[in-house]
């Protein structure tokens, strides 16, 4: 019995002098006790007027007296370990290993020697963009459900400072509780605590009530945020409509073969698209749910089971794209063998069950696991490529191979292996240097205070690095999944071409069934996917229907105000019946009548060409140029106030709508580069969106894919401008732009009603609209310009012939409206080069798989 007093006298001993020698031993592995003669301040501020997420941006200042034992360090680089250490002791603590994901830097701390010491400023910043406590300087933010609180958390070794000031900008959020009791206000809501000399550190401590739309924002975590967000996009609606509209196609009469070829690929790609959604979306929602409810390891298996899905789906649009290249099924046989290997047997290369890396794990294993995710990923990759050459070959992209002779009609050009082998691995080494590059850069930024001598460092940036690797299937499809919008407008495109070369199609205009397509087309591959509030995607869905019914609104609109809908003057009949098929006389009269005007013009300026020339005989040849023939053959006039050159322009430059849209389209694309390189800057690479684009795996990808998207959006609403060319109102071509520029803004202007409802900026919807008025403005002066291309030769340049086409006085006019939208352009593009112009981007890119 006493044995057992004395045992636990002593253990209450050691426990008691355990403590305040471990604190001790913190103390002097950061010599905190030197430091009490310095002087901190620290600041908060919460910014939730720029971006979608609240921005937490903190500064922390503190003055580093001369004796203090590493105050040395901090004169030194960043790469100095006597800098990190220093710096270590002063943000964070003792220990020597510290990753904070969540904090940023937008540039290196301030350090400068001043009177008895050395003064250090660090000034850091994160994102309130999930649930639970983030970490930013000193401070503590726990975002929950309803409520913030923020706390005053500084390092240890500054417990023992004088504290000069403490400060907390809430912003719009409201202060509900603040412990202690705050000296005094600042500004509108900040409140500021300045301590007494000799008085302990303020134990700071504010709860916040943010508002629902920046509350919201943070809760994109959660399941009833998650799940719509997830479940919802364009794809399904997309889908419903190419087998609605391939239903009304069947129905209108019978096909030809041509036809039914590519209306059968229409509905099979809709099916296909669903499959897609259910293998990417429906696939994080399964996993995400599961891991809610039976914990975390469910999403390992998503990394895991992600070689199957994209195996799945490679094989499935390889099958769709049917290669005619027996060396094409070769390579994705061969493709397919390492990706399943590792996903049926990964024990046998040394992974773990769900195919991670353990941290013991042999170089084979990462070497295994490393081609598994580049072969599988080079599948998916080499599958698209497949299905997207057949969709480009049925829409006419793809030039077909010559014929021999002219007996024999040209076949179409077959996808080789000799092109897309080196492709599809150029685009994986690429992406993978990308991916590692920017995996590799976020671990800098997070530990950059870490001691590198220490080897569990060494241990922890592999095992973050291999994380990466083991989460690529996942991110990689989530990333590729965003661009299938293009084989649904390939799919289209196609139906579209089929249905114009149709023996039983009109040549003027197209029909009831070709403006169906037409109409899904515009959302699919013009129309912005908008309708994207507080971080969530649950009402992007609605934006599909708002541009369909945009876009159908301003045909309604249209129908029946173009000039070859107006009626001749005595038959009655719309001009269209009979001015097809005299192009050539309406061309020749056309440039007649501008002759004679040009005749006029000169009459009234006093400069008559000859003695003989009278102004009635040029009226009695104006009356007479207006004159035509009905389609019986009987006299007729043109309307009032629809001049030959009008009609002529209304035809547009070729015979039919459908080269009309394929001449309007490269037109556009080429017209629309300055305004691809000026959104893509605005978008990707200027401020905090450039921050993003480099620390996201897929961000330089992203940044060309986004080049693409824009040409692809000018090209299909420059198609859209030509083929309705015919339909459209307005006598010259920057009038007939005005409605599909419409079209095209009117979900612009919702989303930005969207926006202020929900206290978002307008990021840069004005430049959207802008650039897409100016692009189409443009094109339809070219098309006027080619209109008369047969007179180029007769005039010294292209600006001549565009002034007779257009006559001095509307000319000036089409220049003053041009230049009002470049001077609308230019001032854009001004506030977007403010440091002050756009929103900062607040999503962080995941580092890890917790954010696939």
């Known amino acids: 019995m006493l044995r057992t007093c004395v045992a636990v006298l002593i253990a209450v001993l050691l426990g008691a002098f355990a403590a305040p020698l471990q604190a001790h031993a913190s103390d002097d592995a950061c010599a905190s006790r030197s430091l009490a003669h310095g002087a901190a301040s620290a600041s908060v501020r919460l910014e939730d007027d720029k971006g979608t997420q609240t921005k937490i941006v903190s500064s922390l200042t503190v003055h580093v007296p001369t004796e203090w034992r590493y105050a040395t360090g901090l004169l030194l680089g960043e790469d100095s370990e006597q800098y990190r250490r220093a710096m270590r002791c002063l943000m964070r603590g003792p220990e020597s290993q510290f990753q904070w994901w969540d904090e940023w830097r937008s540039h290196r701390p301030e350090i400068r020697s001043e009177r008895n010491g050395t003064r250090v400023q660090v000034d850091t910043y994160a994102w309130a963009g999930h649930q639970g406590t983030t970490w930013v300087g000193p401070w503590d933010i726990d975002i929950g459900n309803d409520y913030w609180s923020i706390r005053l958390n500084p390092a240890p070794a500054l417990q023992h400072v004088r504290w000069s000031s403490v400060t907390v900008e809430p912003g719009s959020s409201s202060a509900v509780s603040a412990e202690p009791r705050p000296t005094r206000g600042e500004g509108e809501s900040g409140l500021v605590w300045e301590p007494r000399p ?11 009530d943010p508002s629902w739309q920046r509350s919201w924002a943070a809760q994109g975590d959660r399941l009833r945020f998650s799940v719509p967000d997830e479940i919802s996009g364009w794809t399904w609606f997309v889908a419903a409509m190419l087998l609605y509209a391939a239903r009304r196609t069947r129905a209108a009469g019978p096909l030809s073969p041509e036809e039914t070829d590519r209306v059968t690929m229409a509905e099979l790609w809709a099916w296909i698209a669903v499959v897609v959604m259910l293998l990417t979306s429906g696939d994080n929602v399964f996993y995400t749910v599961m891991q809610r409810l039976f914990g975390d390891e469910w999403a390992n298996r998503q990394a895991h089971y992600a070689l199957v899905d994209n195996i799945v789906l490679g094989w499935i649009l390889l099958l769709v794209g049917r290669p005619r290249r027996r060396t094409l099924w070769l390579a994705g046989a061969a493709l397919t063998l390492p990706g399943l290997t590792v996903a049926l047997r990964p024990e046998a290369l040394g992974l773990t069950a769900d195919a991670f890396v ?21 599948l998916l990759l080499m599958g698209s490529a497949a299905l997207g050459w057949r969709l480009a070959g049925s829409a006419g992209l793809i030039r077909p191979v010559p014929p021999a002779t002219s007996q024999v009609p040209p076949r179409p050009r077959e996808l080789s292996l000799r092109w897309t082998a080196p492709s599809v691995l150029l685009t994986v080494a690429v992406i993978g240097l990308c991916v590692a590059n920017t995996s590799e850069r976020a671990w800098q930024r997070a530990s950059w205070l870490s001691e590198r001598a220490n080897v569990h460092y060494g241990i922890d940036h592999l095992q973050a690095l291999r994380n990466e690797l083991a989460w690529f299937a996942v991110n990689s499809r989530d990333w590729w999944s965003g661009y299938i919008w293009l084989f649904s407008g390939l799919a289209i495109l196609a139906v579209i071409r089929a249905r114009a070369h149709s023996p039983a199609a009109s040549p003027l205009n197209p029909g009831p069934v070709e403006k169906l397509w037409m109409l899904i087309l515009f959302p699919v591959m013009v129309g912005l996917s908008l309708g994207v509030y507080v971080g969530n995607d649950a009402a992007n869905s609605l934006w599909f229907f708002v541009n369909l019914g945009s876009f159908g609104l301003v045909l309604t609109v249209c129908r029946g105000t173009a000039v070859l809908e107006r009626p001749l003057r005595r038959s009655g009949e719309p001009l269209s019946r009979t001015i097809s098929s005299q192009r050539q006389q309406l061309l020749d009269r056309a440039r007649r009548y501008r002759e004679i005007h040009a005749k006029l013009r000169r009459l009234d300026q006093g400069q008559s060409d000859d003695g003989a020339m009278d102004r009635r005989t040029c009226e009695r040849e104006l009356r007479s140029l207006h004159r035509w023939r009905n389609s019986t053959g009987a006299a007729d006039e043109l309307p009032l106030d629809v001049s030959v050159v009008d009609a002529a322009l209304a035809l547009g430059p070729h015979d039919t709508w459908w080269e009309n849209g394929r001449r309007a389209a490269r037109l556009a694309a080429f017209v629309g580069l300055p305004a691809s390189a000026l959104i893509v800057w605005a978008e990707q690479l200027r401020g905090d969106a450039l921050t993003s684009t480099l620390y996201y795996g897929f961000g330089l990808p992203d940044t060309l894919m986004d080049c693409l998207y824009w040409e692809v959006t000018w090209a299909v609403a420059g198609f859209l401008l030509g083929a309705l060319w015919r339909r459209l109102p307005g006598r010259r071509g920057p009038m007939r732009s005005l ?5 095209f803004a009117l979900p612009v202007g919702l989303d930005a009603i969207g926006n202020l409802i929900s206290r978002e900026p307008q990021t840069h919807l004005a430049l959207y609209a802008v650039a ?5 403005t443009v094109t339809g002066i070219v098309l006027d310009l080619e209109t008369f291309r047969g007179e180029r030769h007769y005039w010294q340049s292209r600006l001549g012939l565009l002034l007779s086409i257009y006559h001095m006085r509307y000319f000036s006019l089409q220049v003053a409206y041009l230049l009002a939208q470049l001077i609308a352009l230019f001032t854009l593009w001004q506030f977007f080069t403010d440091a002050g112009g756009p929103p900062e981007q607040g999503a962080n890119p995941p580092v890890s798989g917790s954010g696939a």
Do not use: Q
């Open 198 to 208: 000799g008085a302990n550190m303020p134990a700071v401590r504010v709860r916040l």
């Open 358 to 378: 353990p941290r013991n794990a042999h170089d084979e294993a990462v070497l295994g696991l490393f081609t598994a995710t580049g072969c599988v990923f080079a």
């Open 739 to 743: 409605p599909v520029a419409a079209a």
């Open 772 to 776: 897409m008025l100016t692009v189409l």
